[in-house]
């Protein structure tokens, strides 16, 4: 038997992979799914079925590509109606894998249709759950996400969620594992531990969702507080992976459609394409085709472009390191963004070479600013979340959160000059790049963000206050 965790960092999701006996399950599988092909086939083995959870909000599943390529049938929980051919499994029904067997555990809550896969050795020992958006490490699905779709409100949904965790998962033994979809970083849930994996034991004992004694009111009152707004692009991937999608391969062969210089200059001027530029964020300040926008492929690459390119059939046209142009177009796909329609060949310095107008943003480090600051009154404006803001922030900066950046930016003066930072140096950059695409000339980057502010030592900092206690 072998049970593979294939976690991706950015997504926060967790994928899985399980074999016995030369037949092999895949769990919530990444759009791209060769790997999982290739994996089977290096173990010698049939992938049997493709197992949903649910259906996912945050990113678009590998299900129907995995499904077309192997022939193994696509399993949903009861009550799910996608679109296309999948078998819809009852409550408690049981596939056999190998020597093993899964147990489809009705789990409704997160969505309607969610369901927990109960894996059972050849002794019928139960080995693992897996969980999906049902119970992550330290906390549970969000009940928010699904309202529409089931007719029902967030305290519904939230009083469903804990009736399946009371009567299905926590009712099971202590030394199974769970195996959950999603890990910290996750916007599917709001307390997620950084572990990507546990005993039921120990979450029965640590988490704060599955306290023995706890009632059904409290339960409803402390999973609902303190959510945060959805991404906007979550309903878009929930109505694709129910609906379906345009091929994984369509996708990367017409996203890597290669541009000269002569031509992206045609491609972004006649087409509506955004240009999205995934360098690094001082690298990108150095110089960039003007009115692009810079979300770095080396950070949380893809749950930014879900939160600040609204739709994703938007057009993109890509600036890159030349050699990671797949990559970036398959990062897109992840979270539905298939309307790549090209990238500059050669990157950057193609652009440079062929005599093209370029812009750049200024950017100052810690030690520079303390210097300015010294000599003259200045505006900051930190860019993090609220939460981050109110735990600790500079006396005298002014928070608007890249988050919600079209509000933020109509606290910004035109006619004022503003020193921007985040917490690294991240996020600020999007944010300076998007206003600069929208005429906003006299903001300076801050390198290093808050870390190395706070560490010259120069700056007054506000008494910290822990995240938590803020919900």
């Avoid at 994928?15 to 599988?29: F, L």
Wanted: proline fraction near 4%; include cysteine.
């Amino acid at each position: 038997m072998k049970i593979e965790q294939i976690y991706t960092g950015c997504l926060a999701q967790g994928a899985y992979y399980v074999e016995s006996d030369g037949e092999a399950v895949v769990i919530d599988p990444l759009r791209e799914v060769q790997p999982y092909i290739d994996r089977a086939e290096k173990d010698g083995a049939k992938i049997k079925y493709v197992f949903e959870t649910h259906f996912h909000a945050d990113f678009v599943s590998g299900h129907l590509d995995l499904s077309r390529k192997t022939g193994a049938p696509i399993v949903y929980g009861p009550t799910a109606s996608p679109s296309f051919e999948a078998h819809i499994a009852y409550d408690g029904e049981v596939f056999k894998v190998g020597k093993l067997s899964f147990v489809v555990l009705h789990t409704p809550g997160h969505t309607m249709e969610s369901c927990s896969y109960l894996l059972r050795g050849e002794s019928g020992k139960d080995i693992g759950l897996f969980s999906g958006d049902t119970l992550f490490i330290g906390d549970v699905g969000r009940p928010d996400l699904a309202q529409k779709a089931a007719h029902m409100t967030q305290e519904q949904l939230a009083e469903t969620l804990y009736d399946s965790l009371r009567n299905k998962i926590m009712p099971l033994a202590d030394d199974i594992i769970v195996y959950p979809a999603h890990g910290a970083g996750s916007a599917c849930g709001k307390n997620m531990s950084k572990e990507t994996t546990d005993t039921l034991g120990h979450q029965k004992a640590s988490n704060y969702a599955l306290r023995a004694n706890m009632t059904r009111e409290e339960f409803v009152k402390e999973v609902t507080t303190g959510l945060m707004p959805p991404p906007a692009y979550f309903p878009l991937n929930v109505m694709m992976n129910k609906q379906g999608y345009d091929s994984i391969d369509e996708v990367l062969k017409r996203g890597q459609h290669a541009f000269s210089a002569e031509g992206f200059e045609v491609a972004a001027n006649e087409t509506g394409a955004l240009i999205l530029d995934t360098r690094d964020p001082q690298v990108f300040a150095k110089g960039f085709v003007p009115n692009s926008i810079n979300i770095g492929i080396d950070g949380n690459f893809a749950p930014w472009v879900g939160a600040l390119i609204p739709d994703v059939k938007q057009e993109l046209l890509i600036v890159s390191e030349p050699d990671r142009v797949e990559e970036v177009v398959t990062r897109l796909a992840r979270v539905g963004y298939d309307y790549t329609i090209g990238f500059l060949e050669g990157g950057f310095e193609t652009w440079l070479k062929a005599g093209k107008e370029y812009d750049s943003i200024k950017s100052v480090t810690a030690e520079e600013l303390a210097e300015i600051a010294g000599r003259e009154k200045i505006n900051i404006l930190d860019v993090r979340k609220n939460s981050e803001f109110q735990s600790e922030h500079l006396a005298d900066a002014e928070n608007a959160p890249l988050d919600f950046v079209n509000e933020s930016m109509l606290q910004v003066d035109k006619n004022k000059q503003y020193y921007v930072h985040c917490a690294g140096g991240y996020r600020s950059m999007i944010f300076n790049s998007i206003l600069r695409a929208r005429g906003y000339d006299n903001l300076i980057d801050v390198k290093g963000g808050f870390k190395e502010l706070k560490e010259t030592g120069k700056f007054a900092v506000t008494d910290y206050v822990c995240p938590s206690t803020l919900l």
